[in-house]
């Protein structure tokens, strides 16, 4: 009897023993499929040189953002679909879904009384300044401007000498022929100025900023009597974001959403990274704007090492056409200047309740400082790609060492994005969150990077913790920064001359209400009409 007792245990003693064993195995299978342990890698440790080829730095920089998938693979992993179907589930469906438009649509068809061009008095050349998106708002600015003086847009000199040191023309950024077709309409456009002309003595213009028509009517159109080419040596923030007439707001809105499309093979690579971001499902365009350039011009230095912050300040220093040179970082940062760290926008994210395997596009270029201030938002949100993710280094080699063309990209992915966050209110930001409003206005989420600064140092404090408390308070903080549709805002109160115009909200921030309208259907026997409300 005790012979059968001890063989009975014995037996029980190898069922439980292969029953845990297979306990385990399945928990290790689940931890491989939830976290590969391909999917993090460690960023370079220095910053590429000038001289390395585009094809080494691209091979080098893929630390962080090495490819989860092979880039040609149409649908994501098993287990992120999985995944993606538990997300659309219960709460997280808020989420995603986007604020209520309130069925205002685009209406920038010109009035009755508008006319096709007028015979032109002139030739407008224009050097267009600064990046890719304060290009964009600039030309769009320079068609309105033609317009209003009659002259002959010739299409424009993009920005070769900035910090970007992009040698790229304007066909090899924007659908040329689209752009002079589209605008037949409204100006004439012509890709070079007739050789008879090609000598000719110029009226070259600072024209001043934000200026109405009558500025461009009476001084600007003056110059006709004198001269038959004038150049606006700069494109920026030149003609006014209000009290403006309204043929002429339109005008600028169907140059920059309809005319000012990029080149075809932007277009191409845009939709194929766009289309492998929604294998993943729902996904999110951050604009991490955690940069060298950002960070030094901003002065701000939260989260970095004394040596990363001397570096920095000698750039700031160093870069001539930056005029403010000292800056007190804890105050910039106290006074929400500052765009928020990777490890802020882990923070923010997990407080509004997205999940862990939430996708994330980083609209961004080489994030500084790399894996030492990237791997806290990867511990939290694994799925981060970027256009070195997504796509092949042969596939993206035709766009490297042009800034403004792999920025059109990001623009593209940010546009289409489910979500949008921009961690700082640059010209990238505010053109994206224009581009959705007028779209639509799609979900955009924008910080409240002052109020969220002192919640996030009360947790490095230990005097708050991450939970229920901080998120409820993060999510009531931003129910009403969620891109729904409102007028543009003024200029701020007691503010005078060209602060005046300063403050005041950007139009192609939101181009609400001279672009867009409301529309109301009218149900008269069995038929139906559309009424455009203001």
């Known amino acids: 009897m005790q012979k059968k007792r001890w063989r009975k245990v014995a037996i029980m003693r190898k069922v439980l023993t292969s029953a845990i064993a297979a306990i385990a195995l399945v928990a290790l299978l689940y931890v491989h499929v939830e976290f590969p342990a391909s999917e993090v890698t460690k960023l370079p440790d220095k910053l590429p040189t000038q001289h390395e080829s585009s094809y080494q730095k691209l091979s080098r920089e893929r630390s962080w953002i090495q490819e989860l998938a092979p880039p040609h693979l149409p649908k994501a992993p098993l287990a992120a679909r999985k995944l993606d179907v538990a997300n659309r589930n219960g709460s997280l469906d808020k989420l995603w879904k986007p604020p209520p438009n309130r069925d205002y649509v685009p209406c920038v068809a010109a009035s009755p009384l508008y006319t096709s061009p007028p015979e032109s008095r002139g030739y407008l050349l224009v050097h267009a300044n600064g990046g890719l998106n304060q290009m964009r708002a600039g030309i769009c600015d320079m068609v309105a401007v033609a317009r209003i003086i009659n002259a002959t847009l010739v299409i424009p000199e993009l920005d070769k000498r900035s910090l970007w040191q992009d040698s790229s023309n304007f066909s090899d950024v924007f659908d040329e022929d689209h752009f002079i077709n589209s605008l037949g309409n409204d100006v004439n456009v012509v890709k070079k100025l007739p050789k008879e002309l090609a000598s000719a003595t ?57 005319a000012l499309r990029f080149a075809p093979k932007i277009e191409a690579m845009g939709k194929m990274l766009v289309d492998r971001m929604r294998s993943y499902g729902p996904y999110i365009a951050l604009h991490l704007r955690f940069e060298k350039d950002m960070l030094a011009f901003s002065g701000c230095t939260h989260d970095l090492s004394p040596e990363e912050a001397e570096e920095l300040k000698a750039i700031r220093e160093n870069t001539t056409w930056w005029k ?45 400082g790399g894996d030492s201030h990237m791997s806290d938002l990867l511990l939290r949100y694994p799925l981060l790609m970027k256009k070195e993710k997504l796509a092949s280094i042969e596939e993206l080699e035709p766009f490297v060492n042009h800034a403004s063309q792999l920025a059109a990209l990001d623009y593209i992915v940010s546009v289409e994005s489910d979500i949008f966050i ?9 053109a994206v969150e224009g581009h959705r409003r007028f779209l639509g206005h799609r979900k955009t989420i924008s910080p409240d990077r002052r109020t969220l600064v002192r919640l996030f140092d009360k947790i490095d404090q230990g005097t708050m913790k991450e939970g229920k408390n901080l998120s409820n308070r993060i999510i009531e903080i931003h129910k009403k920064r969620q891109g729904s549709p409102r007028k543009r805002k003024g200029p701020i109160s007691g503010t005078k001359g060209t602060d005046r115009f300063r403050s005041e909200e950007a139009f192609y921030v939101n181009p609400l209400p001279d672009c867009l309208c409301r529309k109301e259907l009218s149900y008269t026997n069995n038929s139906h009409t559309i009424r455009e409300l203001r």
């Open 324 to 368: 403010v040179k000292d800056i007190d970082p804890v105050e910039q940062r106290s006074k929400g200047y500052c765009p928020l760290t990777p490890r802020e926008v882990g923070l923010f994210l997990s407080a509004l309740g997205f999940p862990s395997n939430t996708p994330i596009y980083i609209a961004a270029g080489e994030i500084y």
């Open 422 to 430: 921009p961690t700082y209110s640059g010209n990238m930001a505010r």
């Open 202 to 258: 110029k009226a070259v213009k600072h024209f001043r900023s934000w200026s109405g028509v009558d500025y461009y009517e009476e001084e600007i159109a003056r110059l006709w009597d004198e001269y038959q080419i004038i150049r606006a040596a700069k494109s920026d923030s030149r003609l006014a974001n209000n009290n403006l007439p309204p043929d002429i707001q339109k005008l600028r809105c169907r140059a920059c959403y309809a």
